[in-house]
């Protein structure tokens, strides 16, 4: 009879190790030394206040999963976590609903069409598509726990904090900015409201997500949020279990097909992490089993993802084995088919 303990064939099944400590610290500093010059790029300016970002600030910061952290430049630099909120905020409710709920309520295939699309919802008789599109997010944070909105916006903030390992504030500037001129998520709202897709007031709801995106986190947070997804659900510096392994693994899948919106399947192939940005400029990008990196830097390609944390994440992913794809034949080393 087969006995194998599912556990244990868990704990022997992993992705690899990263490279000793000193490599990997000499590499996170020549992935911030390389791009720290790059000037292109454009800040955000549709939501006021991310205008006012410094353009030459850039940091990097890897965490791995047995808890070492490596920081280079900016990265305690503070700004508002944005739509990478949306990868956790799913987490949280996938923990809740479990894996045939949240895909059966909200969804998890790409649209393939921007994070803000209207289109996409009346393509496709309501639905929200996946929790990283802001209809997605919206009908997601909806069904966070909770009667009230009030309850359900603490259970997000504390949700993220524990992600964070610590607790995670709201800028109240940023939330203000936003509250002024989310026009645009409020229409969503409401149309998703009109094919039954939330349960809850519309308006309310899109304030609870904008005080979501308002949160303000660093790179370093960012880098120990992903981590603790790459570790099982286990924050690798606080030692807590924040999600179980079926829902970071279902995180992370999202994140692979959907987390850079359209241009999710370019970076895949260029990079090969499941991966969510903001426009504030934040990324994450996360190795299962070995850690995850977190930049800042506002300058944004037309897309709306950060131009030198981009880069960061390509050069750390090459050089450190983080691509989810990378592998080598064992044994095969230097043999060819002449």
């Not at 990263?18 to 000499?26: G, I, M």
């Not at 920081?71 to 956790?88: N, W």
Request: aromatic share 6%.
């Amino acid at each position: 009879m087969f006995t194998t303990d599912v556990a244990t064939v868990r704990q022997q099944a992993h992705t690899g190790s990263l490279p000793p400590d000193p490599v990997v610290r000499e590499l996170v500093a020549e992935a911030h030394s390389r791009y720290s010059d790059h000037s292109q790029g454009a800040i955000a300016d549709y939501i006021p206040i991310l205008a006012k970002a410094d353009p030459a600030w850039f940091g990097v910061s890897l965490v791995a999963v047995d808890g070492r952290t490596y920081d280079m430049g900016d990265t305690e630099i503070a700004f508002s976590i944005q739509s990478i909120s949306k990868a956790f905020v799913f987490a949280l409710v996938a923990e809740a609903l479990g894996h045939e709920q949240i895909r059966e309520r909200v969804g998890v295939n790409n649209t393939g069409l921007p994070f803000n699309s209207v289109i996409a919802i009346e393509l496709n008789d309501g639905s929200p598509f996946n929790s990283m599109v802001n209809a997605g997010a919206l009908a997601t944070t909806a069904l966070m726990p909770g009667e009230t909105c009030v309850e359900k916006w603490e259970a997000i903030r504390t949700g993220l904090s524990r992600f964070a390992g610590r607790a995670l504030e709201l800028d109240g500037d940023v939330y203000r900015s936003e509250a002024r001129s989310n026009f645009r998520n409020r229409a969503i709202a409401l149309l998703l409201q009109s094919y039954g897709r939330l349960d809850h007031d519309p308006l309310a709801i899109v304030d609870v997500y904008t005080r979501q995106c308002s949160l303000s986190v660093t790179a370093t947070d960012l880098a120990v949020m992903g981590a603790t997804l790459a570790d099982g659900g286990v924050n690798p510096v606080t030692g807590e279990r924040v999600v179980s392994e079926d829902v970071a693994r279902d995180t992370l899948a999202l994140l692979a097909s959907t987390g850079l919106y359209e241009n999710s399947g370019a970076w895949l192939f260029e990079i090969g992490m499941p991966a969510k940005s903001g426009v504030s400029g934040g990324i994450v990008a996360i190795a299962p089993g070995k850690g995850a990196v977190g930049t800042f830097s506002a300058p944004l390609d037309p897309a709306g993802n950060s131009i030198r944390g981009q880069r960061a994440c390509a050069y750390l992913s090459r050089t450190l084995g983080l691509n989810l794809f990378a592998s080598q034949a064992e044994g095969h080393q230097g043999e060819t088919n002449d």
